[in-house]
């Protein structure tokens, strides 16, 4: 425990660790939640890909098509990109190098609560939490018969992004090697 009342980690990650959280977030987490359905049915959109079926694919800027995040995820903890070959996808596409320094050293276990009142540290997290919070309202929207309000929820989305980086800037406690993450927890104030 430091300072800041955050778990400390300092071993190093390797490529499956490293993506094994945002993943767990991104397909079982977030998507299933917000989408209604169960982590076993996002769970099987992943293995039909493993058995050779198509990966969901959405619209992209300038109408290509592009693949879910999720997959991206998937991409670098395989090491190679998922390309589809013989009219099957599989993950045969150019390899993707892994560079452990370039990934974050999050702190363990991370709370807001945990964090003193009235720091930057606290404040930083708060914006975070409030981000994500208003992302899932807007997604719930989209998924409870708004559906043409999917494209506020995305640029909410983008908006967590920018508040998580902001936070990821902030060491865990003066000199750590950690620092702070995203808690994913749903704002008091929404």
Known sequence: MNTTGQDESTSGPDRRTALQLAA???????????????ASASTASGAAVAAGGPPPAVPAAGGADELAHYYR????????????????????GPEIPFDPQGVH?????????RLKK??????????????????????????DGHPGELRKAQKQMHVLGQEAR???????????????????QLAEDH
Not at 24 to 38: K, M, R
């Open 24 to 38: 767990t977030v991104a397909v079982s987490g977030l998507l299933a939640s917000a989408a209604g359905t169960s």
């Open 73 to 92: 995820f998937w991409e670098i903890a395989e090491g190679r990109r998922l390309v589809k070959t013989h009219g099957y996808w599989a993950f045969d």
């Open 105 to 113: 050293r999050l702190v363990d276990h991370p709370d807001t609560q």
């Open 118 to 143: 009235g720091s930057a540290a606290r404040a930083a997290s708060e914006r975070c939490d409030r981000a994500y919070t208003e992302m899932l309202w807007m997604l719930n929207r989209v998924f």
């Open 166 to 184: 902001a936070l990821m800037r902030i060491p865990s406690s003066p000199g750590a090697k950690t620092v702070l993450a995203p808690a994913f």
